[in-house]
């Protein structure tokens, strides 16, 4: 997709997200761009205090990440980033998307967001300056049309799933193999979430 010869420019992409929890939607984006983009490495980051949600009502930073560590141990180049979550700040991915350039210099960042996202990013604080540090990869969701022109876009079939969707079938007891994986839905039970 991407025509860079240049081995040593390593690629590193940047997912962030709620992931509340992380759902087979969220891994199957970033196994493909993973594997599209020829990534060296794909950080989840899940959101401290986030921007742009009033609702929010997520459970914990450190339960949204264990949950993200478990999804991570499936894929090598998949790592968690826990800099939003510890951070007091209001989360933005401009500073994110900072802190990860700091840490990788000379390499090429791909911010990875659904088409809801899509739908307003051009809102997100700093998006001029982060259009010059990073290329913004989306991925079409179903119920969404997106009018902005521009990102790469990665050919996928349309996920019908949300973590919305997943917090509505716990408090049913409804099955969960489809949508998380055993070891999320494992951690789920433990730790008593979304009841
Ligand atoms: N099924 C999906 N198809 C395409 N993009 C998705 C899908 N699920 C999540 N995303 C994208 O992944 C990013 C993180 O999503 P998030 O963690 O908020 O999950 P969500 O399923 O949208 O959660 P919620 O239902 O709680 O709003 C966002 O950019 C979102 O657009
Ligand atoms: O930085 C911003 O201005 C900004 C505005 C809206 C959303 N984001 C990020 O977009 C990601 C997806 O958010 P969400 O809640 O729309 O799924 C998440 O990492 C948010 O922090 C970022």
């Given at each position: 997709?991407d025509n860079?010869?240049?081995?040593?420019?390593?690629?590193?992409?940047?997912?962030?997200?709620?992931?509340?929890p992380?759902?087979r939607?969220?891994?199957e984006m970033?196994?493909l761009?993973?594997?599209?983009?020829d990534?060296?490495?794909l950080?989840?980051?899940?959101?401290?205090?986030p921007?742009?949600?009033c609702?929010?009502d997520?459970?914990?930073?450190?339960d949204?990440?264990?949950m993200i560590?478990?999804?991570?141990?499936?894929?090598?180049?998949?790592?968690p980033?826990?800099?939003e979550?510890?951070?007091e700040?209001v989360s933005y991915?401009?500073?994110?998307?900072?802190?990860?350039?700091?840490?990788?210099?000379?390499s090429?960042?791909y911010?990875?967001?659904?088409e809801?996202?899509a739908?307003?990013?051009t809102s997100?604080?700093?998006?001029?300056?982060?259009v010059?540090?990073?290329?913004?990869?989306?991925f079409k969701r179903k119920g969404?049309?997106?009018?902005i022109?521009?990102?790469?876009?990665?050919?996928?079939?349309?996920?019908?799933?949300?973590?919305?969707l997943?917090r509505e079938k716990i408090?049913?007891?409804?099955p969960?193999?489809d949508?998380?994986t055993?070891?999320?839905?494992?951690?789920?039970?433990?730790?008593?979430l979304y009841?």
């Amino acid at each position: 997709m991407d025509n860079n010869n240049n081995n040593n420019i390593k690629k590193i992409g940047i997912f962030g997200g709620s992931f509340n929890p992380v759902h087979r939607g969220h891994m199957e984006m970033a196994n493909l761009a993973i594997e599209k983009l020829d990534l060296d490495r794909l950080y989840l980051v899940p959101v401290g205090t986030p921007c742009h949600r009033c609702d929010n009502d997520f459970v914990s930073g450190q339960d949204r990440m264990a949950m993200i560590k478990l999804v991570c141990l499936n894929n090598k180049k998949l790592f968690p980033c826990d800099y939003e979550i510890i951070s007091e700040k209001v989360s933005y991915t401009y500073d994110t998307l900072l802190k990860i350039a700091e840490i990788h210099p000379d390499s090429l960042i791909y911010e990875i967001i659904g088409e809801d996202s899509a739908e307003y990013l051009t809102s997100w604080k700093n998006y001029e300056k982060m259009v010059d540090l990073c290329k913004f990869v989306f991925f079409k969701r179903k119920g969404y049309q997106s009018t902005i022109h521009g990102l790469l876009t990665i050919e996928a079939p349309l996920f019908n799933i949300s973590s919305t969707l997943i917090r509505e079938k716990i408090k049913n007891n409804e099955p969960l193999e489809d949508y998380i994986t055993p070891e999320v839905e494992e951690y789920i039970r433990e730790h008593n979430l979304y009841r």
